[in-house]
């Protein structure tokens, strides 16, 4: 069946840095267009990147711009999202969301706490 599991969520200081893993299985991944969503506590769902299926091009939104990286690794069935200099802003439920065509799949979220 169809699972997306993902690790390294966690509490860390203001400046500091994580990364998210999103391991996939059950389905074709090098076909997915691979997204990292969030919600902060008590707000919507935010789109945070994207990356398409070869990797070759990677998207952001402008509040994570310059400061997040996303990749994947096909060979793995993994994407990464690297998060550099977060702030208490940042603070939210991270979800990765695999697309193709009308297909879309989930992770159960990792929750990623800025704080001092």
């Known amino acids: 069946q169809v699972q997306l599991v993902q690790s390294g969520g966690g509490l860390v200081q203001p400046g500091g840095s994580l990364r998210l893993s999103c391991e996939a299985s059950?389905?074709?991944?090098?076909?997915?267009?691979m997204n990292w969503v969030r919600q902060a506590p008590g707000k919507g769902l935010e789109w945070v990147s994207s990356i398409y299926n070869d990797g070759g091009m990677a998207y952001y939104a402008d509040s994570v711009k310059g400061r997040f990286t996303i990749s994947r690794d096909n060979a793995k069935n993994t994407v990464y999202l690297q998060m550099n200099n977060l702030k208490p802003e940042d603070t939210a439920v991270y979800y990765c969301?695999?697309?193709?065509?009308?297909?879309?799949?989930w992770g159960p979220g990792t929750q990623v706490t800025v704080s001092s």
């Open positions: 059950g389905f074709i991944f090098k076909y997915y267009y």
């Open positions: 969301n695999a697309v193709r065509g009308p297909a879309s799949y």
